[in-house]
Nanobody, 112 residues
Framework: QVQLVESGGGLVQPGGSLRLSCAAS????????IRWYRQAPGKEREWVAL???????DYADSVKGRFTISRDNARNTVYLQMNSLKPEDTAVYYC??????WGQGTQVTVSS
């Protein structure tokens, strides 16, 4: 069984930055392939970013150039660095591992 725990969310002003963490336990392979998703109020959950076992990354067009996904194998943790945040980035952010394991989510609110 894999457990994923997101953290790092909070309230930030437009143009600010946050770094989200997704800490995995239960499997040393859990962070090999991680996707970040987000869900805004009243909207469907949408994919944001991914990192593969080989370190390749990909991003949704809406966050490309502003968000960066990375991995620390020693800490079994994947990060999502979010810069130049916009109000439309407000959502609950989730990480997902291979096998369909989801974390509980962390709230990001971008507001002045």
């Amino acid at each position: 069984q894999v457990q994923l725990v997101e953290s790092g969310g909070g309230l930030v002003q437009p143009g600010g930055s946050l770094r989200l963490s997704c800490a995995a336990s239960g499997s040393i392979f859990a962070i090999n392939y991680i996707r970040w998703y987000r869900q805004a109020p009243g909207k469907e959950r949408e994919w944001v970013a991914l990192i593969t076992s080989g370190g390749s990354t990909d991003y949704a067009d809406s966050v490309k150039g502003r968000f960066t996904i990375s991995r620390d194998n020693a800490r079994n943790t994947v990060y999502l660095q979010m810069n130049s945040l916009k109000p439309e980035d407000t959502a609950v952010y989730y990480c997902k591992a291979v096998g369909g394991w989801w974390g509980q989510g962390t709230q990001v609110t971008v507001s002045s």
